[in-house]
């Protein structure tokens, strides 16, 4: 797991907060850039299994990642008493991965068995208590070899007179190109060789726009719950120009028939419904349910439980259990099942028909005199968990968040 420096990075909050103003004494709101908080997240995740989509649906499907993300939000008020706020971020992968790397088998370790992406992102909102209402905007931009997206969104929520519930939309877009990086034995003499960074691939659009809508609602004191919907819409180049498909009714042998080919256009509807219960002063009981329908005929359905166990106002853990089932798309099938008749083909098994269980534990320590007597380092909690697929797949994933305050 990448190292983060907390000693160095406790200089660079130090200075932040020593640049920011205090609040004004005066009768109105602080009309000062002032900061509010900055966040640490970072995170290492380890899977393996055997049915890897760019060997065609077989092999290894060993993978690594590292990342971490970092973000600021800063805060000012106007003359007419609204809350602006503006939260800047920055995030980092790097993963290393084995079926990657089989997009040109002949290397020992080709560059596509690594990459790293970089994502900022800057958002803003302004909260007008008066009227009870909630605007933003934001973008963000996601740099990959064989990727890179654009995303915009917006967002607008209203709060009910007596604070009780609060509906909200968001709304979002995501511009993206694909590089079309094809198996090494299906590249056409002359092009696309197995120079990684030196190569000018072609590229293909993929554009995503969504609508999220929610409304939340404080039944009583120790009960709240929120209601999920949204849909997504999706239009271009929805294959993976490197994973295999390998037919039954094809030549045979190791090279690869043809490459995945699916619809350009998907359609995805969630539904969900969100609780937390609070059992007196120690215990809190969170569940969401969610269910996925999509017009690639993929159906799922996802729970999740966490338990809360405060012990002390300020120390708390958190075991949790997720469980998803999901249908498989109409045109997935394992490798040397498809037909050459068929229009669209795909042996990913990230769309075919499966259980899976994510289970583990977190613990939460926020003192008030802060972690290790420091005042600004206010937060810290530490996460693992544990990911079992019925198609053999299996991962892990530690992650470390750390607030400054």
Known sequence: MKKICLP??????????????????????????????SNI??????????????????????LMDVSVAFD?????????????SLDIGIGVDHYTSASSDKI????????????????PSLNWTMENDRRKTTFGAGASVSVEFDYTSLGMNAQFAKTTNNKMGEFAVNV?????????????????????TGHHHDDNYPTVSRNSFSADLSYSQIINRNFQMMFLAGIIYQHGYLSLPFHRIYFKDGAGGTDADAIEKLPNNRVKIPLGVRANYFLGDRFILRGFYRFYYD???????TFNLEFV?????????TPFYRFHIQSAIAYFAPKGEHLSSETYYSSNYDLSAFNSHFFGAGIRLAPPKGI???????????????????TGMLSDIVSLNIRFK
């Open 8 to 37: 160095i990075l406790g200089m660079y909050i130090n200075c932040l907060a020593a640049f920011s103003q205090t609040a004004d004494s005066t009768s109105y709101q602080n009309r000062k850039l002032t900061m509010d908080e």
């Open 41 to 62: 997240v970072s995170s290492y995740y380890h899977q393996n299994g055997n049915h890897s989509a760019v060997t065609g649906g077989i092999g290894t499907e060993k």
């Open 72 to 84: 600021i939000k800063l805060s000012k008020y106007d003359k007419k008493y609204r809350k602006h």
């Open 104 to 119: 040109d088998p002949t290397t020992i370790s080709s560059a596509s068995h690594a990459d790293t992406r970089i994502y």
């Open 172 to 192: 979002q877009a995501y511009l993206d190109n694909v590089k079309i990086i094809l198996p090494i034995e299906l590249r056409q003499s002359g092009s696309q």
């Open 295 to 301: 017009t690639w005929k993929l159906n799922a359905h």
């Open 309 to 317: 166990y405060k012990i002390t106002p300020f120390y708390s853990i």
């Open 372 to 390: 290790f007597g420091w005042k600004h380092f206010n937060m810290l909690e530490i996460r693992y968990g544990h990911y079992i697929k019925t």
